[in-house]
């Protein structure tokens, strides 16, 4: 037995969080790139460099999205959950310069 009608939200609401997490994850791989790359780097710069990669569309091989916007509140949580990670870390003496 049926009792309830069919969730239909459900299903978008997958399909979003889906979004979200490749975004994410393009971020993270975006954010790694750039400092392997640079080997250490201020946070400020690193945020730049990440939204102008994202407007110029060079997110990696294979990577692609429609409408793939980010904004520096993106790129600091991804730093934020990198850090967290232990993927990236802080200089001591220098915080808002970052290691890979």
Known sequence: LRLLPQQRYLRTERAEVSALERKRNVLCCLIARILKAEKQLHMDSLVFRVIHACQ?????????????????????????????QGYLRRQEGRPHVLEY
């Open 56 to 84: 110029k569309g060079e997110l990696g091989p294979g990577v692609q999205f429609l409408s793939f916007c980010c904004h520096s509140v993106d790129v600091l949580s991804c730093i934020l959950h990198l850090l967290n």
